[in-house]
């Protein structure tokens, strides 16, 4: 089906570890984000990309890289999970025009213990 | 610096209207966006100003004045089902959100 994708729906990781979290679009979006959502927050923007090899740091990049070899794929990779990084993470993505507003995923629900 | 302000909760009685307040100060300005959240779920699209006035959408409407830094979401015939939280975003060279409103519907 087109869309956007996220996986794991759900993860539970021990701190320390390394993991990784997918995003996949299949509308060949320019743009593509990674939100993360707390309470008492909002969604604040960790990475965006305008293009495939073009990434930026958003409000809360520490602790998180990104890669963008392909149009369709935005991968999140949290190097060393800390418990602080407990949180409901979004992707989406946007036309170049951006008058529709994003579409976003369903989400990554990561717990770090 | 980037502010987007909303209020955190409201309440309104169902078949009634309600007005969701944003106000926003950012650097640049490329559009403003309003998304519906139910809980557990993704953000959905509503609603797009990047000129002044009001955009009416079925029950929806929303209303963006560029010179006061200012958006409202106007709900009307408010349903149960209209129980969520309201994001408001802003475009800047990004898209940054304030932190919702969750709005409650009482029978």
């Known amino acids: 089906d087109a869309g956007i994708t996220q996986s794991p729906r759900y993860k539970i990781t021990e701190t320390g570890r390394q993991v990784t979290l997918m995003c996949h679009q299949t509308w060949s979006h320019s743009y593509m984000f990674w939100y993360r959502q707390d309470l008492g927050h909002g969604l604040r923007l960790i990475y965006y990309?305008?293009?495939?090899?073009?990434?930026d740091k958003g409000e809360v990049p520490d602790g998180y890289v990104v890669s963008r070899s392909k149009t369709e794929n935005f991968p999140l990779t949290l190097e060393s999970a800390t418990r602080s990084q407990t949180s409901v993470y979004f992707c989406a993505s946007l036309t170049q025009q951006g008058i529709h507003g994003y579409t976003f995923g369903s989400g990554t629900r990561l717990t770090v213990v | 610096g980037q502010n987007i302000d909303q209020p955190t909760e409201m309440t309104a009685t169902e078949g009634a209207i309600v007005q969701i307040n944003c106000t926003y100060q950012t650097s640049g300005f490329n559009g403003l966006f309003w998304y519906q959240q139910h809980a557990g779920e993704a953000p959905t699209f509503l609603s797009y100003?990047?000129?002044?006035g009001l955009e009416e959408k079925g029950r929806f409407s929303s209303f963006l004045s560029r010179s006061k830094g200012y958006s409202y979401l106007l709900l009307k015939e408010l349903q149960m089902k209209d129980s969520a939280s309201y994001l408001c975003a802003v475009r800047d060279d990004k898209i940054i959100f304030g932190k919702g409103t969750r709005l409650h519907i009482l029978p």
């Open positions: 100003n990047v000129l002044d």
């Open positions: 990309s305008a293009a495939a090899d073009i990434t």
